[in-house]
């Protein structure tokens, strides 16, 4: 068997970045990657779209009023990826399966390291991005994005990024770049937990949104339930407690629960007005990853024999098989399953402690 390539870091100075999706996220990361030194390419999906904003240097769909870099380029995916030493992939988790399996045959060199940006599953199957890049890629070569990160926030007054990989150096290397635009990334070495917390936090917002106008308390219970099912499911994945508490997590779900202009809050309080979920996208003027995720997450959920009372309601309520006086009734009278005993935020807990314990003694030695 030949030997593996070995994992392509440029150094500082001489990085190409490619970002494939020109949507508000995928745009504003570009902008980004262009301040913090990357040679940055932004790709549409067509090229009349990349026409108009090379024209405008704006992206006036998705990300008005925000200037392009003068020294990003702008290109259609038709291009490929040959040029590439970073590829980020901004594309919703509902296309995103014909494009990773299009990597190779647009010339992705085969030490580029591949980054997901989206915060949902890939259908048909549920995978989360990463699991499935792991497959085309090799898990080196991997990483992914988290955190609180609304587009134009992220651009105009900065975010709370994580970047996660089991390849420690290339989530050090995407952090610092993101560092060095102004924005703080944290580095993680844990993107099952980075991303199923991006995953939860989408579809307990969605959950807070059509439960609102019930009150308070049931809106909150409704993220809090949901939370907890996906991290129940995260920790049987190999997730760590530490994402899903940290920015990836709880601070990204305060992020998009309080935002206005958060698509998935909107979205479910468009479904608590009765609106159907086949029309809330186009009322919306862009995709709600969380409506095409719910249905995969409840699935997975099933399959990994995680009990999921919420997840499965609002998976029935997306599909108009639950009124919402019964969603709101299951909401209020889930009661979560008791914590394990050996849980793994106990494990967590442990081993901060030990490593405080350790640091005492190597000190006073």
Not at 16 to 26: D, E, K, L, P
Not at 131 to 156: F, K, S, Y
Not at 344 to 364: C, G, L, P, Q, Y
Request: glycine share 10%.
């Amino acid at each position: 068997m030949p030997p593996r390539p070995q994992l392509n870091l440029p150094t500082p100075g001489s990085r190409r970045a490619i970002v494939v999706g020109a949507g508000s996220f995928g745009t504003a990361v570009a902008v980004l990657l262009a301040r913090g030194g990357f040679r940055t390419t932004l790709q549409t999906r067509s090229p009349e779209q990349a026409a108009r904003l090379e024209a405008d240097r704006e992206n006036v769909a998705y990300l008005p009023e925000v200037a392009l870099p003068r020294e990003l380029r702008v290109e259609p995916m038709a291009a490929g990826l040959s040029r590439a030493d970073y590829v980020f992939l901004g594309v919703p988790s509902k296309g995103l399966s014909q494009v990773i399996d299009n990597l190779h045959k647009s010339g992705l060199p085969s030490r580029t390291p591949v980054i997901s940006m989206a915060k949902g599953l890939v259908p048909p199957d549920g995978l989360s991005p990463t699991a499935l890049l792991n497959q085309v890629c090799g898990i080196d070569r991997v990483g992914c994005l988290g955190g609180p990160a609304h587009a134009r926030e992220m651009v105009t007054e900065g975010a709370g990024l994580v970047a996660a990989s089991t390849n420690v150096r290339l989530a050090q290397q995407v952090a610092e770049v993101f560092l060095r635009a102004g924005v703080v990334c944290e580095q993680s070495n844990d993107p099952v937990g980075v991303e199923l917390s991006g995953i939860a936090k989408n579809a307990a917002a969605l959950a807070a949104g059509a439960t609102e106008a019930q009150g308070l308390n049931a809106a909150g219970a409704a993220a809090g339930h949901i939370f907890a099912e996906v991290w129940r499911y995260a920790e049987r994945q190999g997730g760590k407690p530490e994402s899903m508490i940290g920015l990836a997590g709880t601070g990204d779900l305060m992020g998009t629960a309080l935002a206005p202009q958060s698509r998935n809050r909107r979205a479910g309080e468009l479904l608590g007005q009765g609106v159907p979920a086949t029309e809330i996208p186009a009322r919306i003027g862009q995709a709600v990853e969380a409506l095409d995720m719910v249905p995969l997450l409840a699935t997975a959920l099933r399959r990994a024999h995680v009990d999921a009372p919420v997840t499965t309601a609002l998976h029935a309520l997306i599909s108009g098989e639950l009124p919402l006086e019964e969603w709101v009734k299951r909401v209020r009278a889930t009661v979560p399953p008791p914590a394990s005993r050996d849980s793994a935020f106990k494990r967590a807990v442990a081993r901060v402690r030990r490593h405080n314990v350790t640091e005492s003694v190597r000190r006073s030695d």
